[in-house]
């Protein structure tokens, strides 16, 4: 069985967001269990599995991610990833559409390489700052959002870029906040240099201390920031020290999240069962 590393949300290998791809037979998923030995296996942020779905039905293919330690609902840079493989590979062409457990997502693939991702727009509550936050983190925050129960994180806002880039968390501490992660963010202290925001994610709850590059965490970035920024359209930079750029482009309940990804490693998995 082939398995492939995608850095995504870049266009240089080891930057972006690691990825590892298995596109499996038509067919029923292997069972959980095997899922799971092998995304612990591969020990990266997300290992996406997909498999073709009959013609005819609203999506193409069926996709599902796992981080080491547990299964997820939604994400963006594994979908990215996927689709990349499935272009590249020229599995399929045009839009592709995923059946997963956020729903149906769409990824549209461009002359130029980059893949666009239409994702629900993550429903934003404001919330007081939680005491914990400010200790798990080692910082101040300036507010706080709760994004949903598809996202799943607590969005924070902090004083500067500074500030987001010279973070440290706690790992244990951000795992008992009783969110997936936490999405640390504050605006560019120079747009000039191309990007609007910035961000980092940190995820200890499910096995991953900080996600190089978060494209579901986008879907709460992009609506917190487009009325303070004032346009719909943004480019988000986080922060790792991968890092990685994120176009974003609101559009009411949907946000549109672009990027390019790299394959770096391209071989089989001898256990496939």
């Known amino acids: ?115 666009t991702l239409d994702f629900p727009t993550a429903p934003l509550t404001p919330v007081d700052v939680p005491r ?32 987001v880039r010279s973070l440290a968390p706690d790992a244990t501490a951000v795992a008992r906040l009783g969110h997936r992660g936490v999405i640390a963010t504050a605006r560019a202290d120079d747009p000039s240099l191309g990007h609007d925001f910035v961000s980092r994610f940190f995820a200890p709850a499910v096995g991953i201390y900080e996600d190089p590059v978060t494209g579901s965490a986008h879907t709460a970035l992009a609506p917190f920031w487009a009325p303070r920024i004032g346009r719909d359209d943004l480019t988000g930079l986080q922060a790792s020290a991968r890092t990685g750029l994120v176009r974003t482009a609101l559009r009411g309940d949907r946000t549109l999240l672009t990027g390019t990804a790299v394959t770096v490693i391209d071989g089989d998995l001898l256990v496939t069962g």
Do not use: Y
């Open 1 to 115: 069985m082939r398995i492939r590393i995608v850095d995504a949300f870049t266009d240089r290998p080891f930057s972006g967001n690691p990825a590892a791809v298995l596109l499996l037979e038509r067919g029923e998923f292997p069972d959980d269990d095997w899922l799971q030995r092998v995304a612990a296996e591969v020990n990266l942020s997300e290992t996406a599995f997909a498999h073709p779905l009959p013609e005819g039905g609203d999506a193409d293919w069926a996709l599902r991610w796992c981080t080491p330690t547990t299964e997820v609902d939604l994400c963006g840079h594994a979908t990215l990833a996927t689709a990349h493989v499935l272009h590249t590979t020229g599995a399929a062409t045009g839009t592709i559409r995923f059946a997963t457990r956020g729903g149906v997502l769409s990824a549209t693939a461009a002359d130029d390489g980059s893949i």
């Open 132 to 163: 914990d936050a400010v200790a798990a983190l080692g910082a101040d925050i300036v507010s706080a959002q709760d994004t949903g129960p598809v996202v799943g994180d607590l969005l924070v806002e902090m004083a500067d870029e500074k500030t």
